[in-house]
């Protein structure tokens, strides 16, 4: 079975400096994974997917995520933090196993940044 | 604009009260999701719909039924509302073959 697991819970930078949010996942299929962002009292924003066709992802606003195989992880970088950043981060497999699109969520990192 | 939209944004509920959730994409999508957000736990499948006539149960659907008469309109019901249904839900579609999901901006109920 797929899952997920994001190793903090918050993180906290200064403004302009790196951004790493980490995230580990299981899976028994080659999966599809994610990282969506969620702004205060906001709906959810793909960030960027993996689908096996790089190992380097971008995404939007400057992110980035690499998929290491050998490690099982897939975390979110950045390198260089704005304000605007700071927000909710959820790191996602899709449940390939399954015929529900069933979409399984870390638990969620939040993103501080301060000025 | 092309998107999800629910309603209402927020509701406060006494409990056992019925309550439905509306989730309306014009997308086109032919699946749709409906997840609960709780602190600590991500979100949650509660049910979802891989095209219009069927539905499914996710993760978390007890409490929870869902219909899907037509393409576009995905509601979720809570028959008797009780205090630990106090959540934020989110409704979500994507199209047929995809695994991304495109989520609407989510209704947070409260359950007293």
């Known amino acids: 079975a797929q899952s997920v697991t994001q190793l903090d819970s918050h993180v906290s930078v200064s403004e302009g400096t790196p951004v790493l949010l980490r995230c580990n996942y299981s899976?028994?299929?080659?999966?599809?994974l994610f990282w969506y962002v969620q702004h205060p009292n906001k709906g959810l924003q793909l960030l960027l997917k993996y689908t096996s066709a790089a190992t380097l992802v971008k995404g939007i606003n400057g992110f980035e995520a690499e998929f290491k195989k050998s490690e099982t992880s897939f975390h979110l970088t950045k390198p260089s933090a704005h304000m605007s950043d700071a927000a909710e981060y959820f790191c996602?497999?899709?449940?390939?196993?399954?015929?529900?699109?069933?979409?399984?969520f870390g638990q969620g990192t939040t993103l501080q940044v301060k000025p | 604009i092309a998107g999800i939209t629910q309603a209402p944004t927020s509701q406060i509920l006494a409990a056992g009260r019925r309550m439905t959730l509306r989730c309306t994409q014009d997308?086109?999508?032919?699946?749709m999701y409906w997840y609960r957000q709780d602190l600590g736990l991500g979100l949650r499948l509660i049910h979802y719909?891989?095209?219009?006539?069927?539905?499914g149960k996710g993760e978390v659907p007890d409490g929870y039924s869902v219909s899907r008469a037509n393409t576009d309109d995905f509601p979720l019901t809570l028959a008797s509302a009780v205090p630990s249904q106090t959540s934020v839900y989110f409704c979500?579609?994507?199209?047929?073959?995809?695994?991304?999901?495109?989520f609407g901006p989510g209704t947070r109920l409260t359950v007293l």
């Open positions: 899976s028994s299929y080659s999966p599809s």
């Open positions: 997308m086109r999508h032919n699946a």
């Open positions: 996602v497999v899709s449940d390939l196993g399954g015929n529900t699109g069933k979409l399984i």
């Open positions: 719909s891989n095209t219009a006539g069927t539905t």
């Open positions: 979500a579609s994507s199209l047929r073959g995809s695994d991304t999901q495109y």
